[in-house]
Structures are given as structure tokens and as C-alpha cells.
């Protein structure tokens, strides 16, 4: 392990926040300081020793700060390698060695969100100080970089723990962090350059790294990147999982749906939603979510637009569930749900749906806009002799969300704003079908009168004649299939309602 001494160090900060005791602390080892021009004038005003860029290089900052230190003074005292050959080529051309760089660039991500000023977000373009870092992060075998503040308390603990002395480990630790950050950079000035455009680059760029316990199983790693404390605060309960995640995610996604409607309530298992209901308050929207299939529901995500009062989390807490989410809780509830120690309990601050959707598969990556369409009673087309009623209508909208986001191929059924059962994920329509109608009267709901919505169209007539045997009254699908006019014209035969909305909610 090759350890170096910093004797001598180049600052070059837009902001000089922190900058102050890692300053006094080279100055306090004896390192040589040079300096940029606010960066010199800062440590200056605060009497510690420094030499300005400008008199290594002989040259000014020209051209509005756009070239300081891009000289090879500078780029060739930290990039040489600390061997004969090239330490002899810098006393030649009398260049002295930098061991330490330390940058912080200028804010391009915090301007774009400031102004909309073409000009002034173009200058915030950070150049020297982006060299500076890969300069030094390439020459980690014997320079240290420091490319942000993040870094700061790391460098003060190499100088207090060995006055000044690096080992190789520590500054290919620090370059890993450089390459981050100029990454980060440079993927935030292509977003901005590429606006709405399609990119013909898929760059991603999260921060925030959170190792889970896990990935879907225990024999795989798992990581989340991203602000998620920006959509929740936890209450209670123990880490998320991966699982847990995946499933927060489909229970957000549901309930964005509702979020301004009267209270509702969901129950899902593995990203599907076993039970959804909407009641007057969240206590009954809560039991008939549950009624829809008890026995999934353990273990499952519970979710509510409306915050959780004492008699519902006195209901809830008799069931084992992994996450309650809930824009907020009475004290009392919170006391109540708070005595299973494990169980989790989210605050969500924000429905948040993403613009697009990522999937990495085969040798790439899939994108796609999320799937925001929202159909309303106007987008209803009635096909059928007998039309919805304004109660049908309010069931099969509520059947037509529960169905977008359940896994295709998917049935589901609906009464009086209840998913009494649904059947999804199938390889045929008709299983799906089948299934959900085996599950509506296992838990003992009467089909007479419900309602059903399809994902996709019904190729076949299979469905609604099943459906009408069942005792279903109304139908929501998207239509499409050229066999539309047979599953039409059996709902006539059969005093059946069925509306198109001319929307798929395919859901892979
Ligand atoms: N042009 C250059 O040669 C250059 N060299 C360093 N910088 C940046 O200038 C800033 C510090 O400037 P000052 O010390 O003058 O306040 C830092 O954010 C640093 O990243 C530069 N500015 C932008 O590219």
C-alpha cells in the first residue's frame, strides 16, 4: 500500500461553506495552499497562508471565470505520475506537484431549478473544476481529490487520524466518489439539454444509495436508489423490504387514483389488490376492503386516502399486515398500531407516480410512460340496448381502476364500489373470469347485480355469458376485438349493459 503525504493542495469551491477548518487544518500541517479567486480571496480574508492560481500560471482568469486553472501548471502537477520520468519533466517546465485538489463545483442542478435564464444556467456549466476532479481521481495513485462538500468530514478524518498521510485505499476510495459526482453532473446537464426530447442515450442517475436486507429472495442482493423520504415518513415498524417496496409502489400507484375521492381503502398482496372499497368513512371503506378477501389479506399492504381514526386501527391491529399507509393517524391510533413493534406504519406525504416506467430486460433496458390514462363517465361509450344506470356507472369506473391495476389478464368484480373478487394474472381471460367468481362466493358475496371490467377486449362471447350466469348486470371493457358484435349482441340477448372506454390497461 503506497502511502503519500500531502504537502501541497489546490482549493477551487463555489461555495465556501465548510471550507474554513479543513483550511486551517492544511495550513496547521504545513501543506502549501493555492487558490482560485473567491476561493483565495475567502481564505485570505481568514489570514491563512495561500498562493493564487494566477501567479503559478502567469495568466489572469479570463473570459468571465471560463479559464482559470485549465493551464498545464496546474493539470501538470496533478497529473503526473511521482516517478523519474514525469517528476523530471515537471522540473523542467518548473511545475510544482499538487497532492491534494480540492473542488466544489459550480451548482448547475440548483440553477436549472432557479431560473429559466438560458445564459446563466449555460455559465454554471462547471469546466475547470470537472477537470480538476478527473485529473486528480485518474492520478489516485498518488493524489487525493476531494470532488464536494460530501467529502469533507472524510478528509478532516485523514488529517486528524495521520497528519496528512493517504493511504492508496483511501484516495480510490475518493476518486470513486469524483467519478460519481462528475457523472451525476454531467447526466444533470444532458437532461437538461435533451428536455422532452426522446434521448438516444437511457441514463439514469439516483443517489441516496440504501442497502435492503435483501432482494426478492435472501439468496439475492438488493439496493433502493432515490429520495424516499420525499414520498413518506415511517412510523413504526421494522426496515422495508425489497418485497415491501414493490409493494408500497403498487399500493401508491392504486391509490393516486383516489386520492381525492370519498375514504378508500385497499388491501394488496404481491403488487395485486385483493381488497378495494369506498365507504362514507375510512372505518367501513376499511371492512369491506377486508371482507373482499380476508384470507389474502394477511400479510398484506394495507393503504387509505384518508387518515386512520382510533376505531379503525383498533379493527386493523387484529390483522398481521406488513405496511399501513395512510396520509395520517389519530394519536390514538398511532398508540394502538404502534404496539405491534414490527409492523410499519408510512406517512405518506405524496402519491407519487412517476412519468415513465424502466425495465431492465434481455441485453437492455424497456421504457415507457406510466399508465396515467383516467377514464370518466363522459368516456363511456354504451354499446348495448339496455344502458348503465348512475349507480353502475360509479361501479364500473371504480371496477375499470381496480382492474389497471391488477396483473393482466384480469377480471374484475364489483358492487356497490366493493371489489367483491377479481382474478388475475392468468393466461386466459376466462380463468381469470373463473376465478374471481370462485372467490366472490367463497367469502360469500352475491353476484346478482355486479358489475365487471376487463383489462383488455373479450375476443370470444365466453365471458359475458359466463359473467350473466353469474348474475352480472353491467360490463366495462375496452373493445377492439373485431368479435366485439358477438359478446354485443349476447349482452342484448340477455338484458345485459356494456360500455367501451377505448382504453387497454394491459398490466405485464
Ligand atoms: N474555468 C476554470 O478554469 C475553473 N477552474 C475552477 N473553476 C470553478 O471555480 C469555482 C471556484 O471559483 P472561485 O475560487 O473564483 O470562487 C469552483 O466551483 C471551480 O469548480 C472553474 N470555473 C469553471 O469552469
Given amino acids: 500500500m503506497k502511502d503519500i503525504k500531502i504537502k501541497s493542495a489546490l482549493l477551487s469551491v463555489f461555495s465556501k461553506e465548510g471550507l474554513e477548518p479543513i483550511a486551517k487544518k492544511l495550513n496547521e500541517l504545513g501543506v502549501q495552499l493555492l487558490s482560485t479567486g473567491g476561493t483565495y480571496q475567502y481564505l485570505a480574508d481568514l489570514d491563512i497562508p495561500v498562493q493564487k492560481v494566477e501567479d503559478l500560471t502567469s495568466y489572469p482568469s479570463i473570459l468571465d471565470g471560463r479559464v482559470k486553472t485549465l493551464h498545464p501548471k496546474v493539470f501538470g502537477g496533478i497529473l503526473a505520475r511521482r516517478e523519474p520520468g514525469h517528476q523530471g519533466q515537471l522540473e523542467n517546465y518548473d511545475i510544482p506537484e499538487i497532492d491534494l485538489v480540492i473542488v466544489d463545483l459550480y451548482p448547475f442542478e440548483q440553477t436549472v431549478r432557479d431560473t429559466k435564464n438560458e445564459d446563466e444556467i449555460i455559465e454554471k456549466i462547471d469546466i475547470g473544476g470537472i477537470s480538476l476532479?478527473?485529473?486528480?481521481?485518474?492520478?489516485?495513485?498518488?493524489?487525493?481529490?476531494?470532488?464536494?462538500?460530501?467529502?469533507?468530514?472524510?478528509?478532516?478524518?485523514?488529517?486528524?487520524?495521520?497528519?496528512?498521510?493517504?493511504?492508496?485505499?483511501?484516495?480510490?476510495?475518493?476518486?470513486?466518489?469524483?467519478?460519481?459526482?462528475?457523472?451525476?453532473?454531467?447526466?444533470?446537464?444532458?437532461?437538461?439539454?435533451?428536455?422532452?426530447?426522446?434521448?438516444?442515450?437511457?441514463?439514469?442517475?439516483?443517489?441516496?444509495?440504501?442497502?435492503?436486507?435483501?432482494?426478492?429472495?435472501?439468496?439475492?442482493?438488493?439496493?433502493?436508489?432515490?429520495?424516499?423520504?420525499?414520498?413518506?415518513?415511517?412510523?413504526?415498524?421494522?426496515?422495508?423490504?425489497?418485497?415491501?417496496?414493490?409493494?408500497?409502489?403498487?399500493?401508491?400507484?392504486?391509490?393516486?387514483?383516489?386520492?381525492?375521492?370519498?375514504?378508500?381503502?385497499?388491501?394488496?398482496?404481491?403488487?395485486?389488490?385483493?381488497?378495494?372499497?369506498?365507504?362514507?368513512?375510512?372505518?367501513?371503506?376499511?371492512?369491506?376492503?377486508?371482507?373482499?378477501?380476508?384470507?389474502?389479506?394477511?400479510?398484506?399492504?394495507?393503504?387509505?386516502?384518508?387518515?386512520?381514526?382510533?376505531?379503525?386501527?383498533?379493527?386493523?391491529?387484529?390483522?398481521?399486515?406488513?405496511?399501513?399507509?395512510?396520509?395520517?393517524?389519530?394519536?390514538?391510533?398511532?398508540?394502538?398500531?404502534?404496539?405491534?413493534?414490527?409492523?410499519?406504519?408510512?406517512?405518506?406525504?405524496?402519491?407519487?407516480?412517476?412519468?415513465?416506467?424502466?425495465?431492465?430486460?434481455?441485453?437492455?433496458?424497456?421504457?415507457?410512460?406510466?399508465?396515467?390514462?383516467?377514464?370518466?363517465?363522459?368516456?363511456?361509450?354504451?354499446?348495448?340496448?339496455?344502458?348503465?344506470?348512475?349507480?353502475?356507472?360509479?361501479?364500473?369506473?371504480?371496477?375499470?381502476?381496480?382492474?389497471?391495476?391488477?396483473?393482466?389478464?384480469?377480471?374484475?368484480?364489483?358492487?356497490?364500489?366493493?371489489?367483491?373478487?377479481?382474478?388475475?394474472?392468468?393466461t386466459s381471460r376466462v380463468d381469470a373470469l373463473k376465478q374471481a367468481i370462485v372467490k366472490a362466493r367463497a367469502f360469500g358475496f352475491d353476484i346478482e347485480g355486479a358489475v365487471m371490467a376487463s383489462d383488455a377486449f373479450f375476443p370470444f362471447p365466453d365471458c359475458v355469458e359466463i359473467a350473466d350466469e353469474a348474475g352480472v348486470k353491467a360490463v366495462i371493457q375496452p373493445g377492439g376485438s373485431i368479435k366485439d358484435q358477438d359478446s354485443i349482441d349476447y349482452c342484448n340477448a340477455h338484458g345485459m349493459a356494456m360500455v367501451l372506454t377505448g382504453v387497454r390497461h394491459f398490466k405485464h
Fill in 133 to 426: 476532479i478527473r485529473a486528480a481521481a485518474k492520478n489516485f495513485q498518488d493524489v487525493v481529490v476531494v470532488p464536494s462538500q460530501n467529502e469533507y468530514q472524510y478528509l478532516q478524518q485523514l488529517l486528524e487520524k495521520r497528519h496528512g498521510v493517504t493511504s492508496l485505499e483511501e484516495r480510490k476510495y475518493l476518486a470513486l466518489k469524483s467519478f460519481e459526482v462528475s457523472s451525476q453532473y454531467d447526466t444533470a446537464i444532458q437532461s437538461y439539454f435533451s428536455g422532452a426530447q426522446p434521448q438516444s442515450q437511457f441514463v439514469m442517475n439516483y443517489t441516496g444509495e440504501k442497502q435492503l436486507r435483501y432482494g426478492e429472495n435472501p439468496h439475492q442482493e438488493g439496493y433502493f436508489y432515490g429520495p424516499l423520504e420525499d414520498v413518506f415518513e415511517q412510523l413504526n415498524g421494522k426496515e422495508l423490504s425489497y418485497n415491501n417496496l414493490v409493494d408500497v409502489d403498487a399500493a401508491v400507484q392504486l391509490m393516486a387514483e383516489f386520492k381525492d375521492d370519498k375514504p378508500t381503502f385497499a388491501v394488496l398482496k404481491h403488487t395485486n389488490a385483493c381488497g378495494v372499497a369506498q365507504a362514507d368513512s375510512v372505518l367501513s371503506a376499511w371492512q369491506k376492503a377486508l371482507a373482499g378477501d380476508p384470507v389474502s389479506a394477511f400479510g398484506g399492504i394495507l393503504i387509505s386516502n384518508t387518515p386512520i381514526d382510533k376505531a379503525t386501527a383498533e379493527e386493523i391491529s387484529n390483522l398481521f399486515y406488513e405496511v399501513l399507509i395512510a396520509p395520517d393517524f389519530d394519536l390514538e391510533a398511532l398508540k394502538i398500531l404502534k404496539k405491534k413493534k414490527k409492523r410499519i406504519l408510512l406517512r405518506i406525504k405524496d402519491f407519487y407516480r412517476p412519468a415513465k416506467l424502466f425495465k431492465c430486460l434481455l441485453n437492455g433496458v424497456l421504457v415507457q410512460d406510466t399508465d396515467l390514462k383516467k377514464e370518466t363517465a363522459q368516456d363511456l361509450e354504451t354499446v348495448t340496448e339496455v344502458a348503465p344506470n348512475e349507480k353502475q356507472i360509479g361501479d364500473l369506473l371504480f371496477a375499470n381502476i381496480c382492474a389497471k391495476h391488477l396483473k393482466s389478464n384480469t377480471i374484475a368484480l364489483v358492487k356497490n364500489r366493493q371489489l367483491i373478487a377479481m382474478g388475475c394474472g392468468q
